[in-house]
């Protein structure tokens, strides 16, 4: 069967599909009930927060959370995978402003750096990240958001001259050590600013360190 859309015959297997009214409610909910516990999340520690208020801040029953989460903890992976995916794009965004490619690692490290003074990251991914989800799936979703970044950043760097040249991947995790690191210092210090600003030029110091012998 053909139909007529916009003037423009189009037949009936060809048809775009459309989310039908149950989807999107399902979709609406799904993302009330992430929205809410990010904001519960970001204030208190995850064993603070009980389910009974995430779903009254999300305006849904209990029976929707669990009929879109398994639990509480699937509920958080959500929710850090969310912000981890946040964090990446606001990271990227601030390293791309530098026109020269090669400067891009700098840039996106010190970025870091800086976006871990948000209390919500520090919260979620830092403090109960590790505890909520267990060490082995943190590092996995850390390393599937940050690893990938890191790698484009190095190799680009080499190529312009900033980096000397060697194995990527190994210096990528090392980097990616050292940004968990100091983003775990920040996030347990008792002044997050100073301890922000001391890791930032130790992190700077090191890129430096990383720059070819001169010949």
């Known amino acids: 069967m053909t139909l007529i859309i916009d003037g423009v015959p189009v037949r009936e297997e060809d048809r775009p599909e459309v989310p039908s009214l149950k989807a999107e409610h399902a979709e609406a909910t799904r993302r009330a009930l992430v929205d809410s516990a990010r904001e519960l999340f970001a204030q208190r520690s995850f064993a603070e927060v009980p389910i009974e208020e995430i779903v009254r801040r999300a305006r849904v029953t209990r029976g929707a959370l669990y009929h879109h989460f398994q639990d509480k903890t699937d509920l958080f992976r959500a929710v850090?995978?969310?912000?981890?995916?946040?964090?990446?794009?606001?990271?990227?965004?601030?390293?791309?402003?530098?026109?020269?490619?090669?400067?891009?690692?700098?840039?996106?490290?010190?970025?870091?750096?800086?976006e871990c003074a948000d209390p919500a990251i520090q919260r979620i991914v830092l403090l109960d990240g590790p505890s909520v989800l267990g060490w082995e799936a943190w590092r996995e979703l850390d390393l599937n958001y940050g690893l990938g970044q890191l790698v484009m950043a190095i190799q680009a760097a080499i190529e312009g001259g900033h980096v000397e040249r060697q194995p990527v991947e190994p210096l990528a995790h090392l980097l990616l050590g050292a940004l968990n690191e100091g983003a775990l210092t920040i996030a347990h210090a008792d002044n997050p600013d100073r301890a922000r600003r001391q890791v930032r030029a130790a992190m700077a110091r090191l890129l430096r360190g990383l720059a070819p012998a001169p010949s």
């Open 80 to 114: 850090f995978e969310a912000v981890e995916e946040e964090l990446g794009r606001r990271v990227a965004t601030k390293a791309m402003r530098v026109s020269d490619p090669a400067k891009h690692l700098e840039a996106g490290c010190l970025a870091f750096i800086d």
